[in-house]
């Protein structure tokens, strides 16, 4: 195969007329060559920290809208369904992976749970990642979000961490906030990553101790307008990521759409896609081609380097999209899953209460931080309610391993008016989170997921809105475009209920996120992120 236009040569910062030849899925030879095809040619981006469970797709239906974007390989961290099912489920996303021509690359979870104080499907000790890290599947010790554990010594987190130097692999951070001694010392235990900064104060301090830093943009958390500012002094080692994708978000863009922002602020388009291709390939060792004689023939034909749109993906030389038309293929997957609970009565959400004061759950757009706010109640008849006037309403975490009793807590900024909503995409245990107006519709929306084994729901009375996941509770059975379709309806459900949040399913499912503060709740209890303790519901007077 032959193919010619306008090479861009990120590491040599030139850009030239030229033609590139593949034999057998390796590029053979770039030469310079005159011609006047004017679009350019460049290595694929890739998404540097990716739960590809939170698209809610398998990864092989997954690849088929990626590759449209241009994204030719992830990082990828299966500890979404790792919580559910284990290491069974993480050899489940590496098996169906493998079926289409995205290259993933797994990590192995290395908090699961992610705390003590909730209930989880699995569990993966120091043993179980010792396994996964010896498999050559597995590139990386994926986010170390119990950074208390690494701080303090915790034995069992430090064999994890020893596990991944002993395989030569690096091991991913997860810690928001962490400042001055303690990040110092979380950096010290061997941790080279961030995704989780949200100030660039914080982004540049654990830059100049040697972390590497992805600027996060997914539709929960959006991180690219507080860092973007850090990537031309700092192009070398920092990554683009998103985290958390919705298919709704997946079909309109990928990391190609945060390159044409960087390049909307006038950076280098050179640093920009060193950051988009070449410093996860260097990072975490990844079998991906840089468009370097004897790669892999992993590239893609863009109209321009300003809004990067896709024209051709290539993956091991094989066109695996081109104008907006996707060759990945589908392929046969089975749908495990993890979900052992009764229906639920509207008599489990009630609670009981006297004072005058409650602790609630302030959301915030964009962020997955919270804060913890105190709030008048409302009170009828001896039992806390919502109190839609001031939008302080009534939230849920349902055990969906095990008959327990629900646990309710107050959140606020959701903004529903009537109905309610409710997920079995709650990270990172993916349990039933369900916020709404009464006891009543919280109850019908949790009853809806449980009878679907999993899903995303809007209910309001005899209306609803359901989109099942029965691939462990967290990802659809259909393809991207029907998965993307059902949950924009659902989405603008929502909406109509009076939420005026921009993605409140994306949000809601990090509600229950014990791991990034402040207050949170998981099937336990009401839970504060900065003491790492449960808390009381009520405050005293």
């Known amino acids: 195969m032959q193919i010619q236009g306008q090479i861009v040569d990120i590491q040599n910062k030139r850009i030239y007329a030229g033609e590139i030849i593949v034999e057998n899925g390796k590029i053979i030879s770039i030469v310079e060559k005159n011609h006047d095809v004017q679009h350019y040619i460049l290595p694929g981006f890739i998404d540097s920290h990716i739960h590809i469970e939170s698209s809610m797709l398998v990864p092989s239906e997954f690849a088929k809208i990626a590759v449209l974007h241009g994204t030719v390989a992830t990082i990828s961290d299966p500890h979404e369904i790792a919580n559910v099912l284990g290491t069974a489920g993480v050899y489940y996303m590496i098996e169906n992976g493998k079926k289409v021509p995205l290259k993933f690359h797994f990590g192995a979870p290395s ?22 890290m010896a498999s050559p599947d597995i590139y990386y010790l994926a986010e170390m979000m119990n950074y208390p554990g690494v701080l303090f010594d915790d034995l069992e987190v430090l ?35 961030d995704h989780e900064c949200f100030t660039f104060e914080e982004a540049e301090e654990k830059l100049s101790l040697g972390m590497k830093v992805l600027i996060r943009e997914g539709s929960a958390a959006k991180n690219f307008e507080a860092l973007i500012d850090l990537l031309p002094k700092n192009y070398k080692n920092m990554m683009f990521c998103s985290d958390d994708k919705h298919p709704d978000d997946l079909i309109v863009g990928h990391i190609n ?3 044409a922002r960087a390049v909307s602020k006038g950076i280098d388009v050179f640093k920009i896609l060193q950051a988009a291709c070449v410093n996860p390939v260097n990072h975490y060792k990844m ?20 809004d990067f749109k896709v024209k051709q993906t290539f993956i091991n030389g094989e066109l695996v999209a081109e104008n907006g038309e996707s060759f990945v293929k589908h392929v046969p997957f089975e749908a495990p899953n993890n979900f052992n609970i009764s229906p639920k009565k509207i008599s489990d959400f009630a609670v009981s209460g006297s004072s005058s004061k409650i602790r609630v759950i302030e959301a915030l757009e964009g962020q997955l931080i919270t804060n913890e706010i105190h709030h008048n109640s409302l009170i009828v008849d001896g039992k806390i309610v919502s109190d839609t006037e001031n939008d302080n309403l009534k939230m849920a975490v349902v055990n969906r391993y095990q008959n327990t009793k629900p646990a309710v807590a107050f959140i606020k900024n959701f903004g529903l008016k009537k109905g309610a909503i409710a997920s079995s995409v709650a990270h990172d245990c993916h349990n039933i989170v369900v916020v709404g107006t009464s006891d009543e519709e919280i109850c019908n929306a949790v009853n809806l997921i449980i009878k679907n084994t999993g899903g995303v729901c809007a209910v309001n009375g005899s209306e609803n809105k359901m989109l099942p996941l029965p691939v462990a509770g967290i990802m659809s059975d259909k393809n991207g475009w029907e998965t993307g379709k059902l949950y924009q309806e659902i989405d603008a459900m929502a909406k109509e209920l009076g939420s005026n949040l921009k993605a409140p399913f994306m949000t ?27 808390v009381d519901l009520e405050v005293e007077d």
């Open 111 to 132: 908090c699961v749970p992610a705390t003590t104080f909730e209930s989880a499907g699995a569990v993966i000790d120091s043993e179980g990642i010792a396994e996964l």
């Open 159 to 193: 064999k994890k961490i020893e596990w991944a130097k002993h395989f030569n692999k690096p091991v991913d951070g997860h810690a928001p906030g962490l400042r001055g001694e303690a990040v110092r010392k979380y950096i010290s235990a061997g941790i080279s990553t």
């Open 257 to 259: 759409l945060l390159c």
């Open 287 to 306: 079998n991906v081609g840089l468009l370097k004689t004897n790669d892999a023939a992993d590239f893609i034909v863009v109209e321009d380097l300003i």
């Open 508 to 534: 809601l499912s990090f509600m229950a996120l014990l791991v990034i503060p402040d207050l949170k709740l998981s099937d336990k209890g009401l839970f504060s992120g900065n003491t790492f303790s449960f």
